[in-house]
């Protein structure tokens, strides 16, 4: 599976921005599907993950009511729409997958990673 992440940016607080994960290779219908993201001095933490087939999402504490991930089929992408965004959303945005029907959280459940994409929200 690869997977490519962009749509990244520069955006003041309050904005919205939406990133976008191209997915290719096998077959990767039962597959989590994740975002992550990396600040600087900091660990990469859990963001967003939705099942693939199921269609079910979860959210880290921090993003909930703001963040909303979604895939397209068709497209064979995975969407974040980030809304309302803080200061303390600016990191590394990473897209991940795994294979299975667990939806586990942890960073290091995730074995296929995008290369990043740089989010930066001004005050």
């Known amino acids: 599976v690869q997977l490519q992440a962009y749509g990244g940016g520069l955006v003041q607080a309050g904005g919205s921005l939406r990133l976008s994960c191209a997915v290719s290779?096998?077959?990767?219908?039962?597959?989590?599907m994740g975002w992550f993201r990396q600040a600087p001095g900091k660990e990469r933490e859990f963001v967003s993950i939705i099942g693939w087939r199921s269609g079910r999402t979860f959210y880290g504490d921090s993003v909930k009511g703001r963040f909303s991930i979604s895939r397209d089929n068709a497209n064979n992408t995975v969407y974040l729409q980030m809304n309302s965004l803080k200061p303390a959303d600016t990191a590394i945005y990473y897209c991940?997958?795994?294979?299975?029907?667990?939806?586990?959280?942890?960073?290091?459940?995730?074995?296929?990673w995008g290369q990043g994409t740089q989010v930066t929200v001004s005050s």
């Open positions: 290779g096998r077959s990767f219908s039962s597959y989590v």
């Open positions: 991940a997958a795994r294979s299975g029907s667990i939806y586990y959280t942890r960073v290091n459940s995730y074995n296929y």
